[in-house]
Nanobody, 120 residues
């Protein structure tokens, strides 16, 4: 079984920064892709940023230039550096990882979510 554990959320003033981390543990051969999603109150969950195994990244337009996604394959950990935070970045942030296991090319796992609140 695989677990994803997130950390790093919290309360920050507008213009501030936070870094989220997501560590995968369990029966893992490798992580194919990792993504960060967020869900604001009353809204659907949206993809914020993703990083592929080769390191290529993509971002939703609203965070380009402010957020940076990265990964440390040796530690099975992904990160989301969030700068110049805005109140509209508030929400629960979830990581999702597509993980390669013995006999399984890729299966999606979700973290438990971490709250990010940006005050104006």
């Amino acid at each position: 079984q695989v677990q994803l554990v997130e950390s790093g959320g919290g309360l920050v003033q507008a213009g501030g920064s936070l870094i989220l981390s997501c560590t995968a543990s369990g029966s893992i051969l490798s992580i194919n892709t990792m993504g960060w999603y967020r869900q604001a109150p009353g809204k659907q969950r949206e993809l914020v940023a993703a990083i592929l195994n080769g390191g290529s990244t993509n971002y939703v337009d609203t965070v380009k230039g402010r957020f940076t996604i990265s990964r440390d394959n040796a530690r099975n950990t992904g990160y989301l550096q969030m700068n110049s935070l805005k109140p509209e970045d508030t929400g629960v942030y979830y990581c999702k990882a597509n993980i390669r296991q013995i006999g399984v090319w890729g299966q999606d796992y979700w973290g438990q979510g971490t709250q990010v609140t940006v005050s104006s």
